[in-house]
């Protein structure tokens, strides 16, 4: 489970890169493959399945809800008091 482990640090850390989208979609492929394996299969449906189970978000999508959080403080912050 050590890729597990690691993927908050890897998130953390392309929160501040621009990515493209074809860079994210590299990186969901990755998790979804290491799914397929984990679980021997090749079905994509079943790899979702999975993923919704163990409430596991795809990096594409936690990357969008770290960048989406992060403008909303920047937004709400008050430089000139």
Same mark, same amino acid.
């Given at each position: ?5 690691? #993927?908050? !640090?890897?998130?953390?850390?392309? /929160?501040? @890169?621009?990515?493209?989208? $074809?860079?994210? +979609?590299?990186?969901?492929?990755? #998790? ?11 079905? #994509?449906? #079943?790899?979702? +399945?999975?993923? =919704? ?7 594409? !999508? =936690?990357? /969008?809800?770290?960048? $989406?959080? @992060? ?5 709400? !912050?008050?430089?000139? $008091?």
């Amino acid at each position: 489970m050590a890729p597990f482990n690691s #993927i908050p !640090v890897l998130l953390h850390g392309l /929160e501040a @890169c621009p990515l493209n989208k $074809t860079q994210t +979609q590299s990186l969901d492929f990755v #998790i979804n493959r290491l799914f397929m394996k984990l679980f021997n299969t090749s079905d #994509i449906a #079943i790899v979702k +399945q999975c993923q =919704e189970h163990f409430s596991f978000t795809l990096p594409s !999508v =936690e990357l /969008e809800r770290r960048r $989406t959080k @992060c403008m909303h403080k920047l937004c709400c !912050v008050d430089f000139f $008091t």
